[in-house]
């Protein structure tokens, strides 16, 4: 099993739908994990943490089930501008900045 | 403004001859890591530091060193650079374990 696996995509969704991410990690003593958005030639910008309880941002939605070893995010009412390739990063051992990146799921939002 | 930068932002070079990708935050960060990405296996961390002559090896450091002599700074080395090394480059930093990364502008390096 790969460290940190993704949904390969692409994601081709319709403005104004909701999508979910999925992401697997193998390690169970990871601790922190993140979802990044990286658009098209730039660099990663953090988009949330994701916590025990799990969070929310706006119409962002982020889980975390540490029994099943699984991150989940879920946008809701898609824009054109969340078109964006999303990666699900994991912390292999707390305070280690030892960062472990998916390789992303691209998503496109269509008007 | 608060950011992280890196020179050159663009390189082409050939085998073998040595170069050195700065990176440099104003923001008094004491993490700062390496990361190179390359098309269907994403990013991976090359080396990061968790403060200043503290350095590690990431997944990826074969063929490359760096050095934290002072905090605002974490260079990247390519002694002998070879074609396996061309890629994109991002330099990050952040302050805490806990906070947000910052990522610089990223490095296009080719190598011939």
């Known amino acids: 099993r790969k460290e940190v696996e993704q949904d390969p995509g692409p994601f081709n969704v319709p403005e104004g739908a909701t999508v979910a991410f999925n992401c697997t990690y193998s390690n169970s003593a990871s601790q922190s994990f993140f979802w990044y958005r990286q658009d098209c030639r730039k660099e990663p910008k953090l988009l949330m943490s994701?916590?025990?309880s799990g969070n929310e941002d706006g119409r962002f939605t982020a889980q975390l089930n540490r029994a099943s070893q699984y991150i989940s995010l879920l946008i809701r009412d898609s824009k054109l501008s969340d078109s964006a390739t999303y990666l699900c990063v994991v912390e292999r051992r707390a305070g280690s900045y030892q960062l472990t990146f998916g390789k992303g799921t691209k998503l496109s939002v269509i008007p | 403004e608060a950011q992280v930068t890196q020179n050159p932002r663009y390189l082409i070079t050939v085998t073998g001859k040595k170069l050195t990708v700065t990176c440099s935050q104003n923001m008094n960060h004491e993490y700062m890591s390496w990361y190179r990405q390359d098309p269907g296996l994403g990013l991976r961390q090359i080396y990061y530091?968790?403060?200043?002559?503290?350095?590690d090896k990431g997944d990826v450091p074969e063929g490359y060193k760096v050095s934290r002599k002072e905090k605002r700074n974490f260079p990247l080395i390519l002694e002998s650079p070879s074609p396996n090394q061309t890629s994109l480059y991002f330099c990050?930093?952040?302050?805490?374990?806990?906070?947000?990364?910052?990522f610089g502008p990223g490095t296009r390096l080719l190598v011939l």
């Open positions: 530091s968790m403060n200043v002559e503290v350095t």
């Open positions: 994701v916590y025990s």
């Open positions: 990050a930093s952040k302050r805490t374990v806990q906070e947000t990364q910052y």
